[in-house]
């Protein structure tokens, strides 16, 4: 491969992988639906709360369980909104910046979709109990039209995790509970987007890039106990995650034809946050307990988007460390029925300049209500509703096709994310045996 052609490939290369930057619901592109339970009172508790549905936030929560604890839920994500120009240009080579041309408003771009996850944990004695959760903390499907003005930053984004996580807890004493995890996760993502000829009156080009890999991460946290209030502290580390897979890069002419191509073997390596959580619950009365929790997000680890042999470059992100901040309440209204309710505030790790439209992020607050049906001793039942809103915010990534070639092509970025909003519908089960 010419050098030319290779400095093609690694500039399609780095427009591509910038999908893994952006996405969903939580913050960034972190899904924190995996409890129904959770979900009812804005994910406020979880840390302080125990048995299997708590293990992704902290694993000391099944020390000391008296018997088996088991819990399945899936949420369905149905997210809307608006995703505009407000005058991006193209300024191809040797020409004056122009129109990026196209349809100038794409309409949930993001796709509906499902998320399940599920747990269970067995008492070895009357202190120590193993578990182990299936959650998918990072996923999210995005479509944009090919004539869309964001095409040449997104048409079709697919991103999948699945992380395993096998874990201990151990009721030390009557009061201290302690937990450690392992993060065992697999990513799979496929990325697209249109590439522009040197001609605005030619076709556009398309790229496509497909990886996949499993990488490793833990959580550790403890739990302070008494008979009426509840400390949770726990943290997550973060994964540094390292996909192998395909480029194809087609449809270019011209003196651009020779970077039609298909490379195997290319690798991109970058994090996703550390989780620092507290969370605290208080029985308030017999019936009523209110729940609080803070988490700090490790977003600045997500720095950049190095790409190894045979591309061998790197692109800033510059994410910012953030934060989310929820308080709710569980009320028990007889013995067997359970309400809840709860807000979420979260900032976003995404910077002015920086918001790309392969599904751009910005502030939110998360609006939850829920409850629980005991159906007998051993199985309840959980379902919870969320409205999240998300304030209007800017698309203004510059990128540029073919980066740090003759044809380098930028993309002066000028958009708009606005009328954002999703409805999250989250049903679960959980049963002690």
Do not use: C
């Not at 969903?24 to 302080?48: I, T, V």
């Not at 959760?133 to 499907?141: D, E």
């Not at 550790?220 to 994964?239: D, E, M, N, P």
């Amino acid at each position: 491969m010419s050098p030319f052609r290779y400095s093609l490939a690694a500039g399609s290369a780095l427009t591509a992988l910038l999908g893994f930057s952006q996405a969903a619901h939580a913050q960034a592109f972190y899904l924190q639906e995996q409890s129904a339970r959770g979900a009812g009172r804005a994910f406020s508790g979880e840390a302080a709360d125990t048995g299997s549905a708590s293990i992704w936030w902290n694993p000391a929560a099944i020390g000391g369980i008296e018997s088996g604890d088991a819990t399945l839920s899936a949420s369905v994500i149905l997210p809307r909104g608006e995703v505009a120009d407000r005058g991006t240009l193209i300024v191809r080579p040797g020409q004056p910046p122009a129109p990026v041309g196209g349809n100038g408003v794409t309409r949930n771009p993001i796709n509906n979709g499902v998320l399940p996850s599920g747990a269970i944990a067995v008492p070895l004695n009357d202190r120590i109990a193993l578990g182990v959760s299936i959650t998918s903390p990072y996923s999210f499907t995005t479509d944009y039209p090919a004539d869309s003005w964001a095409r040449y930053s997104a048409d079709r984004t697919k991103l999948r995790t699945i992380d395993i996580q096998p874990s201990i807890g151990v009721a030390v004493t009557d009061w201290l509970r302690v937990g450690a995890g392992l993060n065992i996760e697999y990513t799979d993502a496929s990325l697209s987007n249109a590439l522009p000829n040197l001609a605005a009156v030619l076709p556009d080009g398309h790229q496509e890039l497909k990886g996949d890999g499993w990488d490793l991460g833990w959580t550790v946290g403890v739990q302070l106990h008494s008979r009426r209030f509840t400390l949770g502290l726990s943290y997550k580390s973060a994964i540094e995650h390292t996909l192998k897979g395909d480029l194809t890069v087609s449809g270019l002419v011209g003196p651009l034809a020779t970077s039609n191509l298909q490379l195997s073997g290319v690798e991109a390596k970058f994090y996703t946050p550390s989780q620092a959580i507290a969370g605290a619950r208080f029985a308030a009365t017999d019936k009523l307990t209110l729940n609080a929790q803070v988490i700090r997000y490790g977003w600045d680890k997500f720095d950049a988007i190095r790409l190894g042999a045979p591309v061998n470059q790197a692109i800033p992100e510059n994410y910012r460390a953030s934060w989310s901040y929820a308080g709710g309440i569980d009320y028990a209204v007889s013995p067997k029925v359970t309400l809840r309710a709860g807000a979420q505030r979260a900032i976003t790790p995404t910077q002015d300049g920086e918001r790309d439209a392969r599904v751009p992020d910005s502030n939110r607050w998360n609006f939850g209500l829920g409850g629980s049906l005991a159906a007998n001793k051993k199985l309840s039942f959980d379902l919870a509703a969320n409205y999240v809103t998300f304030a209007d915010a800017p698309i203004d990534r510059v990128t540029a096709a073919y980066a740090g070639t003759a044809a380098q092509t930028p993309i002066l970025t000028d958009g708009e994310l606005r009328d954002a909003h999703a409805i999250v519908l989250s049903a679960g089960a959980r049963l002690k045996f």
